[in-house]
């Protein structure tokens, strides 16, 4: 049973650029989330997504990022005309129900590097 | 600031000790979790306390939480090299129990 998927592992990307990144939640998961790490520190809140809907974006900046988990597919964390401050570790997450008092499953991030 | 700051930053200990890491944090939560991160790896659910409980245990692994105090404390007992990673403190808060509070995590390293 395949864990949390992301793609890629690794991107690079010139300033101005989109960068997509993509993760497939665990068979079974609905509800899915995306964190941003910087070196060195913790993991950081962007957006928490269900099945076609944004349910909590507090975490994530106002221009440039976008995120959405379509009824079909992947979710898809966008970051329109990067900059070097977007050079960062994204992690997705998944989990299976609503409440609150379940862990989340982890992918293993993809690496954001801006030129 | 903060919500979940860990202590110490960074521990290293010799193989078969025990490691202790503490996490504090600042508002009324719903859980507390611990997870482990191996270098350039995703993270690993280790153990979920409910804000109703005091004491959990999983394998090598004890949680302790104080909602008195704001605190937890992770335990792992008889470590091992592969123990080496970082650990995290997120909090699940009573408002938006779903989005994750983290620390900046303790680095352990276990010397054999």
């Known amino acids: 049973n395949a864990g949390v998927m992301q793609n890629p592992r690794h991107l690079v990307r010139r300033r101005g650029q989109e960068a997509r990144l993509r993760c497939s939640p665990m068979?079974?998961?609905?509800?899915v989330y995306w964190y941003r790490q910087l070196p060195e520190e913790g993991l950081k809140f962007m957006v928490y997504?269900?099945?076609?809907?944004?349910?909590?974006e507090s975490g994530m900046p106002k221009e440039r990022f976008s995120a959405e988990f379509p009824k079909e597919g992947p979710s898809i964390l966008r970051i329109q005309q990067v900059v070097r401050g977007d050079s960062a570790a994204y992690f997705c997450?998944?989990?299976?129900?609503?409440?609150?008092?379940?862990?989340?499953?982890f992918g293993d991030g993809t690496r954001l590097s801006i030129l | 600031s903060q919500q979940g700051e860990e202590d110490p930053q960074a521990l290293s200990i010799q193989e078969g000790e025990n490691a202790t890491m503490n996490c504090s944090y600042k508002?009324?939560?719903?859980?507390l979790q611990w997870y482990r991160q191996n270098s350039g790896r995703g993270l690993v659910h280790l153990i979920l306390?409910?804000?109703?409980?005091r004491e959990k245990h999983s394998g090598r692994l004890r949680v302790t939480l104080d909602t008195s105090k704001k605190s937890s404390s992770l335990l792992i007992t008889a470590s091992r090299a592969a123990d080496t990673a970082s650990y995290f403190c997120?909090?699940?808060?009573?408002?938006?129990?779903?989005?994750?509070?983290f620390g900046q995590g303790t680095r352990l390293t276990i010397n054999p």
């Open positions: 508002t009324s939560i719903n859980n």
């Open positions: 997504l269900q099945k076609e809907n944004i349910i909590d």
């Open positions: 306390i409910r804000s109703n409980e």
């Open positions: 068979k079974g998961h609905s509800h």
């Open positions: 997450a998944s989990s299976p129900g609503t409440t609150g008092n379940q862990p989340q499953h």
């Open positions: 997120a909090t699940g808060l009573i408002q938006g129990a779903q989005k994750l509070v």
